[in-house]
């Protein structure tokens, strides 16, 4: 394995997805940010952040911005738990330079699931987003000229990303992800 670049990955650290971006960032020899919630604990290993209260505000509009504009559900949820969690998501998007999700697509475009929610709020920070469809193993990258997502063939990760995306991560998904690491340091 050749390691040529330094990469710092952001994730929520949960089961799944962002265990495995994580995963195969360690094992590159990148460095992992697990954002959780003060109280909480991934439970992985690596570096974990603590998130504070500051800015709640601002996070809560960007939310409701989010939801308004895309996703037409329910902010804030019942759940004060559950809010932390999608406030959760704004740290891996502002703190990234390019967002890489694992999920399912409506067939509208619509980004499925909690993913959804830091991949529209990295779209409104206006960093570069990207998810792969692992139900139609297809990657997608968001289009600011059209204000939609366009197909897309990976090339390499950004030095400085978000990992994340749904619990239930397939083989195939796992499969893309390797690929992009062998892509990123040249194998």
Known sequence: MKKNRDIICHSGGAV??????????LEYGGKVNHYYLSGF?????????FLES????????????VNEKYLHRKYPT?????????????????NSDTIYAISGMKEDGIVLGGTA?????????????????Q?????????????TFLHYLPSVLSDNFAGIGTRNINDSAKKRIDELFELTFDL
């Not at 738990?81 to 406030?87: A, G, I, K, P, S």
């Not at 139900?135 to 204000?147: F, I, K």
């Open 54 to 65: 500051d800015g709640i505000e601002s996070i809560d509009k960007l939310l409701t911005i």
């Open 135 to 147: 139900v139609l193993d297809e990657w997608y990258e968001w289009d600011y000229s059209v204000g």
């Open 117 to 133: 929610w830091a991949v529209y709020m990295g779209i409104e920070l206006g960093k570069k987003v990207y998810v792969l469809d």
């Open 78 to 94: 019942s759940k004060a738990y559950v809010n932390n969690l999608l406030r959760r998501n704004y740290f891996q998007a502002k």
């Open 16 to 25: 799944g997805s962002d265990n495995y971006w994580g995963k195969k960032t």
């Open 41 to 49: 604990k991934t439970p992985y290993g690596n570096k974990e952040m």
